[in-house]
């Protein structure tokens, strides 16, 4: 981030995913919580996972990998006592850095219809600076996040923006959704916010057929792309499922689907059965 290029964070859902996305030489990994929410409720993310839930999960993709893995803490579920506890539970899960939004309670995801109600701005602030108070870790990184440009205009998104930057928040993340004006937005965020700036890729529209140093080049220094994993797996399941039913067996989509091999390659069986090696010894 303080090197000036941006920094690409494609979406996972779970340990699994992170691998596939270590293995593929990024940066960075994230854990969506829409996903999270998909994958172990089979629910939106319209507030049902709680941080009990989430922490826990992101400490096994944490584990998983070497790469830092950012998270969404949604709003740090609840007021700014739980904040604290929130962040000492993330630090604790290995997790690098989370985000909190300013919604009210029960929360929504940003990319769903309609807009989204924020609690007061100061209120907002004194979370973020709870969060800042929280971390034992100098580098755990704190991302401040507003739903407020739906319901209250550009403008005020981006002085909230700016007041949880000096509320001491490392990242500023406006969400956004798809529009003509999108691109024109992205640029008037990160003129305006002193510090970097993270985008919602999945907010669409002409920003999804960008290039990551395209977005770059609109001073955004944070990607993330929160449905890659659960939008391309979902995919590739129905695929697989359809196939099932109509055939009998998964011929049509077999080269699809990964084979045994590469399946225990991504899990990393070579490793374990090298530490058997070296360590499994019969008396």
Same mark, same amino acid.
């Given at each position: 981030?303080?090197?000036?290029?941006?920094?690409?964070?494609?979406?996972?859902?779970?340990?699994?995913?992170?691998?596939?996305?270590?293995?593929?030489?990024?940066?960075?990994?994230?854990?969506?919580?829409?996903?999270?929410?998909?994958?172990?409720?089979?629910?939106?993310?319209?507030?049902?996972?709680?941080?009990?839930?989430?922490?826990?999960?992101?400490?096994?993709?944490?584990? *998983?990998? =070497?790469?830092?893995?950012?998270?969404?803490?949604?709003?740090?579920?609840?007021?700014?006592?739980?904040?604290?506890?929130?962040?000492?539970?993330?630090?604790?899960?290995?997790?690098?850095?989370?985000?909190?939004? =300013?919604?009210?309670?029960?929360?929504?995801?940003?990319?769903?219809?309609?807009?989204?109600?924020?609690?007061?701005?100061?209120?907002?602030?004194?979370?973020?600076?709870?969060?800042?108070?929280?971390?034992?870790?100098?580098?755990?990184?704190?991302?401040?996040?507003? =739903?407020?440009?739906?319901?209250?205009?550009?403008?005020?998104?981006?002085?909230?923006?700016?007041?949880?930057?000096?509320?001491?928040?490392?990242?500023?993340?406006?969400?956004?959704?798809?529009?003509?004006?999108?691109?024109?937005?992205?640029?008037?965020?990160?003129?305006?916010?002193?510090?970097?700036?993270?985008?919602?890729? =999945?907010?669409?529209?002409?920003?999804?057929?960008?290039?990551?140093?395209?977005?770059?080049?609109?001073?955004?220094?944070?990607?993330?792309?929160?449905?890659?994993?659960?939008?391309?797996?979902?995919?590739?399941?129905? *695929?697989?499922?359809? *196939?099932?039913?109509?055939?009998?067996?998964?011929?049509?989509?077999?080269?699809?689907?990964?084979?045994?091999?590469?399946?225990?390659?991504?899990?990393?069986?070579?490793?374990?059965?090298?530490?058997?090696?070296?360590?499994?010894?019969?008396?």
């Amino acid at each position: 981030l303080a090197s000036g290029e941006i920094v690409v964070a494609p979406g996972i859902y779970d340990a699994y995913g992170a691998r596939f996305v270590a293995q593929a030489g990024f940066e960075a990994v994230y854990m969506t919580g829409n996903g999270v929410s998909a994958s172990l409720l089979g629910r939106p993310d319209v507030g049902l996972v709680d941080l009990t839930l989430l922490s826990q999960h992101a400490h096994r993709a944490a584990a *998983a990998v =070497d790469i830092p893995l950012i998270c969404d803490a949604d709003t740090g579920y609840g007021n700014a006592v739980n904040v604290r506890r929130t962040v000492e539970e993330f630090e604790a899960a290995g997790v690098a850095a989370i985000h909190i939004e =300013d919604q009210m309670s029960p929360k929504r995801c940003g990319q769903l219809p309609g807009a989204r109600p924020v609690i007061g701005l100061k209120e907002a602030t004194g979370k973020i600076e709870a969060a800042v108070a929280a971390k034992r870790d100098a580098e755990f990184i704190i991302i401040a996040r507003t =739903d407020s440009a739906e319901s209250r205009g550009l403008d005020e998104a981006i002085s909230r923006a700016q007041t949880f930057i000096k509320a001491g928040a490392d990242v500023a993340f406006v969400e956004i959704k798809a529009g003509p004006t999108i691109l024109d937005d992205l640029k008037r965020i990160a003129d305006a916010v002193p510090a970097p700036c993270l985008v919602n890729v =999945d907010a669409g529209g002409k920003m999804a057929e960008l290039t990551a140093d395209e977005i770059g080049a609109l001073g955004m220094r944070l990607a993330i792309y929160p449905g890659m994993a659960r939008c391309a797996a979902g995919f590739a399941i129905q *695929a697989a499922c359809a *196939a099932l039913k109509r055939d009998g067996n998964t011929a049509a989509v077999r080269e699809r689907m990964l084979s045994p091999q590469q399946y225990n390659a991504a899990l990393g069986l070579d490793e374990i059965e090298a530490w058997e090696k070296k360590y499994l010894q019969a008396d």
